[in-house]
Nanobody, 126 residues
Framework: QVQLVESGGGLVQAGDSLRLSCAAS????????MGWFRQAPGEEREFVAA????????LYAGSVKGRFTVSRDNAKNTVYLQMNSLQPEDTGLYYC???????????????????WGQGTQVTVSS
């Protein structure tokens, strides 16, 4: 059974940084793409970033490009999201997710991801 556990969220001020982690278990981590999504209260879940199974390809939402960096350590079965220059609009519950099929191109679509973590809260005050 695939399990994803996020950590690293918190309350920060605008301009601060945070690094989120997502530890995966239950299958061969290095064969699958990983994505980060977020959801603000009253809003739909939205794509933030994704990294391909081999780490060679990354995707970003326009709103975070240049500020956030997604990476993975396949030896540790962990994916990271480094978030710099945080803004109040970055506030939300951040989820990591992984897809069903091995060694395919990563996607920005929520429906492309099958397994989800419980989320970690990020709150940015102005």
């Amino acid at each position: 059974q695939v399990q994803l556990v996020e950590s690293g969220g918190g309350l920060v001020q605008a301009g601060d940084s945070l690094r989120l982690s997502c530890a995966a278990s239950g299958r061969t981590f290095s064969n699958y793409n990983m994505g980060w999504f977020r959801q603000a209260p009253g809003e739909e879940r939205e794509f933030v970033a994704a990294v391909s199974w081999d780490g060679g390809n990354t995707l970003y939402a326009g709103s975070v490009k240049g500020r956030f960096t997604v990476s993975r350590d396949n030896a540790k079965n962990t994916v990271y999201l480094q978030m710099n220059s945080l803004q109040p609009e970055d506030t939300g519950l951040y989820y990591c997710a992984t897809d069903r099929s091995p060694r395919i191109s990563p996607s920005t679509a929520t429906v492309a991801y099958t397994y989800w973590g419980q989320g970690t809260q990020v709150t940015v005050s102005s």
